[in-house]
């Protein structure tokens, strides 16, 4: 059996390498963005209540839900109306970015329990 392969090698031209750029520099801050908030809220839960500094902890409401894939790609669908720079870039881009975030995040968690 004989398989033929092909290979292509991309040259895009300078107005499409800034606007990868462009994409790639919104997917990082959706993700750091979105790191964030979880990290906060983990945090904001392990001080106790008659230790907490107010400038050394996080204040986060006690019945505020823990971030999950769904609170989050329901925040950025909001966030998408009023950020113009969001609103270039396809949705289901920025969810997947989201998505990666989850997995790392659920494996990170699960593998210290």
């Known amino acids: 059996m004989?398989?033929?392969?092909?290979?292509?090698?991309?040259?895009?031209?300078?107005?499409?390498i800034d606007i990868f750029e462009e994409w790639l520099?919104?997917?990082?801050?959706?993700?750091?963005?979105?790191?964030a908030e979880r990290k906060d809220w983990y945090k904001s839960r392990s001080c106790k209540i008659k230790?907490?500094?107010?400038?050394?902890?996080?204040i986060i409401p006690a019945d505020a839900p823990r971030p999950t894939?769904?609170?989050?790609?329901?925040?950025?669908t909001a966030a998408r109306k009023s950020n113009e720079y969001l609103g270039k870039i396809n949705a289901q881009s920025?969810?997947?970015?989201?998505?990666?975030?989850?997995?790392?995040?659920?494996?990170?968690?699960?593998?210290?329990?």
């Open 94 to 113: 920025l969810q997947q970015t989201l998505r990666r975030l989850e997995k790392a995040f659920v494996f990170k968690t699960s593998a210290c329990s």
């Open 69 to 76: 894939y769904a609170s989050q790609c329901k925040s950025l």
């Open 2 to 16: 004989f398989n033929l392969t092909y290979e292509f090698k991309l040259k895009p031209t300078k107005n499409q």
């Open 25 to 35: 520099e919104t997917h990082r801050r959706v993700y750091n963005y979105a790191l």
């Open 51 to 58: 230790a907490c500094s107010l400038h050394g902890c996080y």
